[in-house]
């Protein structure tokens, strides 16, 4: 089904705000799952409202929450979500880190108990179109294995980074630090197809290709991903003061009740470091010179991060967003959720 972006974000718009969210939180929401699913990110796009419909309906998102800056220093503060929707905390924390980067040359803003917050690139992209390079991290539930061992630790605890060139083109890197997405390995299941080795682990923290085996994902580059795991948790959570590792909330566990995750963005204002003319001159021109390196044999060239979203968001916006079927009929149906994401291990088939 495709759906243009428009309609797409009036009907998820629509579906938030029947569950329970206010009418400028759904429309924020919406706004930051349609620019993944505009990008082909659909892991973070109208696929997860049905899950986010029932965690507002029993109140595990605060529909009505009291947030309040905090702020701990010129450069420095703490953005308090009160269990509000993430996407919503995160976009108005990094609206406060813009302001403040602009004024003092730099600015770290902690999200302090919020909810899933989405695609992390909306956010950094937030900052970078502003002339300024925008970083986040945060907190995801517990499903990675650290780097020898059988038992998860850490979530996917993704990172983002973007930085501005010139004519409004951005340099935009957002990863997960697993190997793969859970989502991979759910799509695997329902097409009874093998996964490769390097994506999970059983129960016994030995490699598998059965994806209904499956115990826990597994890092990037072994120890160097579950290293950045590790960082991505101490920043987001241990220096907020909040659950850290596998003490972390479960995205499926007792959805009456907050997640309390952490984020934190960084933001830097070029400006003070080198003149904003000349990093963007530099940016562009790092641009063209990762597009001028040959491509090695099987590829067509070598694209600057981000830009390999650039065709699919082009051929989205003339056609309409690729929606599935199920999803779709879901977000036109007077269905809120049918309560099927209220279990405790995310694990089972
Ligand atoms: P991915 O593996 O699809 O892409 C990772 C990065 O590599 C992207 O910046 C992409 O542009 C770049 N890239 C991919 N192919 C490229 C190529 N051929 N040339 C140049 N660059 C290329 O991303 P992943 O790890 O699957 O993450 C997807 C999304 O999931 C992200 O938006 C992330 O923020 C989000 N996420 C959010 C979580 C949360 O709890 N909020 C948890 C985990 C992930």
């Not at 490699?207 to 950045?228: E, F, Q, R």
């Not at 991505?232 to 909040?242: Q, T």
């Not at 995750?261 to 470091?273: A, M, R, S, T, W």
Request: hydrophobic content about 40%.
């Amino acid at each position: 089904m495709r759906v243009s972006n428009q309609d797409l974000k009036g009907l998820i718009k629509n579906k938030l705000n029947k569950a329970g969210l206010t009418e400028e939180h759904a429309e924020i929401v919406s706004e930051v799952l349609v620019f993944a699913d505009a990008k082909g990110i659909h892991s973070h796009g109208a696929m997860r409202v049905e899950y986010y419909a029932e965690r507002i309906a029993k109140g595990g998102i605060n529909a009505d929450p009291n947030f309040n800056l905090e702020k701990t220093g010129p450069s420095s503060a703490i953005f308090h979500a009160d269990n509000g929707a993430g996407h919503v905390a995160a976009k108005f924390a990094m609206d406060e880190a813009i302001k403040m980067a602009k004024e003092n040359g730099v600015a770290i803003i902690g999200v302090k108990k919020m909810s899933h917050s989405g695609a992390l690139s909306y956010f950094t992209e937030h900052a970078a179109k502003q002339d300024l390079i925008g970083f986040s991290v945060c907190q995801s539930d517990p499903m990675v294995v650290p780097f020898g061992g059988a038992e998860s630790y850490y979530g996917t605890n993704p990172l983002a980074f973007a930085a501005p060139g010139n004519d409004g083109k951005l340099i935009s890197f957002d990863m997960a630090t697993t190997v793969q997405a859970w989502g991979k390995i759910l799509h695997a299941r329902s097409k009874n197809q093998p996964i490769p080795d390097t994506w999970a682990v059983d129960v016994n923290g030995e490699p598998t290709t059965d994806p209904l085996k499956v115990h826990a994902l597994l890092p990037i580059a072994g120890p160097k991903g579950y290293g950045l795991g590790m960082m991505v948790d101490v920043l987001s959570g241990i220096l907020l003061g909040l659950p850290f590792g596998n003490k972390v909330s479960s995205m499926y566990h007792d959805l009456s009740e907050g997640r309390n995750l952490g984020q934190l963005h960084l933001v830097i204002n070029p400006e003070k470091f080198s003149s904003i003319n000349s990093f963007k001159q530099n940016i562009s021109n790092t641009m063209s010179d990762l597009n001028a390196i040959k491509p090695a044999s099987g590829f067509d060239q070598v694209f600057y991060p981000g830009q390999n979203l650039e065709k699919i968001e082009k051929e989205y916006e003339e056609n309409g967003i690729e929606i599935v079927d199920d999803i779709y009929q879901y977000l036109v149906s007077d269905v809120i959720h049918n309560n099927s994401y209220d279990h405790n291990d995310p694990f089972d088939e």
